[in-house]
């Protein structure tokens, strides 16, 4: 895991690291899925998420959020998502289960994702991501 969450007053905060931008989505989707879910997620259930976008922020920000929308309306717990980033596209295999109201209501509910605080960088060490989860 190579996310962690920071304190936020009324918020979810989460600052990610990865040695590239894919894995640094792919990170953040993680994130994402552990604040709504917790860690007891499996697979079998694949749903592909092709997304344009002007910017990298932006690209970012559409990815989750489409990825919090299909969560929400297809009913399914994502555990693993394969990302590849060309440009200002992004391809993205998720795998997931159904919602099961006994091991995946633990979590917090995200109602979106926020641009307000959003960070992306690149240092020596890779990638890195400050951003909110609206709850």
Excluded: N, W
Excluded at 13 to 29: M, N, S, Y
Excluded at 54 to 83: H, I, K, M, N, Y
Aim: proline share 3%; hydrophobic share 40%; with cysteine.
């Amino acid at each position: 895991m190579s996310y962690e969450e920071l304190s936020h007053t009324a918020d979810v905060k989460i600052r990610a690291r990865a040695p590239t931008c894919d894995a640094l989505f792919g990170e953040a989707f993680l994130a994402l899925m552990h604040v709504m879910y917790g860690d007891d997620r499996k697979g079998g259930t694949s749903r592909i998420i092709d997304i344009s976008a002007p910017d990298r922020e932006s690209l970012l920000l559409d990815f989750l959020s489409e990825v919090l929308f299909v969560s929400e309306v297809d009913g399914l717990v994502f555990c693993r998502a394969d990302v590849h980033l060309d440009g200002m596209q992004i391809h993205a295999v998720l795998d997931g289960e159904p919602f099961d109201p006994a091991r995946h209501a633990k979590g917090t509910e995200v109602k979106g994702i926020s641009y307000s605080g959003m960070s992306m960088g690149k240092d020596a060490k890779g990638y890195m991501l400050d951003i909110l989860f609206d709850v």
